[in-house]
């Protein structure tokens, strides 16, 4: 039996910052090959064994919710789509108390199947990876031929009322830096609110290369060319720096991790689909929530060692410094 409750106080760092937001992984594998993320016959998959189970995911978030704070948990992956029963576990998180806002981060296939029933379970919003609009650079960019299965998700995430739907680009120079407006004219178009992110050194094959970042100046400068836009800011701790589309009722954001860091205001937390807690993308060490909860740990040692953690949370990525150390883990194995 869980041990009773502690009284919840802020998930606090050593420099103030009150962590609210988890971002949760189900699973490191992924249907996609996307040249800036794995190479293409794809990575060694982390055995099923050794992934949380939907009892270990859901006390986490319960412990989480509780004890720490936590009000907004996004599932991640790998592409989160591929874990079996996942209205199953989205219904049994949003039935929580406190419940979580629950959302999720896909790479869009598969979504036209889950998208009514995942809304039906709780899930309130999500984010779709698209990074083109042309099926011969999708296939190119994804080493698959799907971009008309992401389109149709879209269409379906939208039916089923999970708003607002945000389409995710990575812009990487020489390969989809030329469409920026057109993305942006297709989520005006449709109703959905597009989001460009600076490409990070997460990587698995180790070949990010700062001179192919697209920068969120240079991004700007190419919406510009097409639409005016009026700059709203920062809601609250969230990445993305927003402008309104004037004349329009749409919104677009840029996530400039590297340009313009946001470490100062981070409310965010990880735990990778093997139960590692991670305070921070680029963090080098995890610690290990797994083996607690399989060792027999009560609530209060699990919420001790998270509590842990992030009081060693350091200041900021450091990107830009000579000492910046790459996680040893790439993007699709630590969760978005």
């Not at 919406?223 to 990445?239: D, K, Q």
């Not at 209060?300 to 450091?318: D, F, L, T, V």
């Amino acid at each position: 039996m869980p041990s009773a409750p502690s009284v919840r106080s802020p998930l606090l760092d050593r420099f103030g910052r009150v962590h609210t937001d988890l971002r949760l992984s189900l699973t490191d594998r992924c249907n996609l090959r996307c040249a800036y993320c794995m190479p293409a016959e794809g990575l060694d998959w982390l055995p099923r064994t050794e992934l949380l189970t939907d009892d270990e995911v859901v006390r986490l978030v319960r412990i989480g919710t509780m004890r720490l704070g936590i009000t907004e948990v996004r599932l991640t992956g790998g592409e989160p789509l591929l874990r079996r029963g996942l209205p199953g576990l989205v219904a049994r998180l949003s039935a929580l108390t406190p419940a979580p806002e629950l959302s999720l981060t896909t790479n869009g296939i598969g979504l036209a199947r889950c998208a009514t029933a995942l809304r039906e379970a709780g899930l309130s919003r999500l984010n779709v990876s698209l990074d083109t609009l042309r099926p011969e650079r999708f296939a190119e960019i994804t080493r698959r031929d799907r971009l008309a299965d992401v389109l149709e998700g879209l269409r379906a995430a939208r039916a089923a009322g999970l708003a607002p739907v945000k389409v995710n680009a990575v812009p990487v120079r020489g390969v989809n830096d030329d469409e920026i407006p057109d993305l942006v004219a297709f989520a005006v178009e449709h109703g959905y609110r597009m989001r460009f992110i600076e490409s990070m050194p997460l990587d698995a094959q180790g070949a990010w290369d700062r001179d192919r970042m697209v920068t969120a100046e240079e991004i700007l400068d190419r919406i510009g060319e097409r639409f005016a836009l009026t700059p709203i800011g920062r809601e609250g701790n969230a990445p993305a720096e927003e402008w309104w589309i004037e004349g329009t009722d749409s919104v677009v954001g840029v996530i400039a991790s590297v340009t313009r860091p946001f470490c100062g205001t981070c409310d965010r937390v990880r735990i990778t689909a093997d139960g590692q807690l991670r305070n921070c993308l680029f963090a080098t060490e995890e610690s290990d929530l797994r083996g607690l909860l399989r060792g027999g740990a009560d609530d209060a040692a699990i919420e001790a060692a998270w509590r842990a953690s992030m009081a060693g949370k350091g200041p900021g990525h450091a990107i830009d410094s000579a000492g910046f150390r790459r996680p040893a883990r790439p993007m699709s194995a630590i969760g978005g």
